[in-house]
């Protein structure tokens, strides 16, 4: 992740980014979410309840947008070839061998669009 991060920035990060980004913020979030599991109560407005079909509305909203990744995931692992379920495993988790070639693709296919992307520019 910090050679990627170095290819697209053009410096390295410092000591402390790297500490905050691998174990700070994951473990300030995952007590974040114990908390929130500890102390769960269900919405009320003024004391009052909601009706149990706005409870209903609220967890399919937020199965739709958790859902994504279990399935984008899903269906990534289908589609990748292997013989073996650890060769499917490595395939998927694999990272992209050399990040320019991808950065190459993007510039022959839309060229405007690849240098406003990397210029900040919109188009």
Do not use: E
């Amino acid at each position: 992740m910090f050679r990627d991060l170095r290819f697209m920035l053009g410096f390295d990060v410092d000591v402390f980014t790297k500490i905050c980004w691998v174990v700070i913020t994951p473990l300030a979030l995952l007590a974040i979410f114990i908390y929130s599991l500890a102390v769960f109560r269900l919405p009320t407005y003024d004391g009052n309840a909601y009706p149990q079909s706005a409870y209903i509305c609220g967890w399919i909203l937020t199965s739709v947008a958790v859902g994504v990744v279990p399935i984008c995931f899903a269906h990534t692992f289908s589609r990748t070839p292997g013989d073996t379920l650890l060769q499917v495993g490595c395939c998927v988790f694999w990272p992209v061998p050399y990040f320019s070639n991808i950065i190459s693709i993007f510039q022959r296919i839309d060229p405007l669009l690849c240098s406003c992307l990397y210029s900040g520019r919109t188009v």
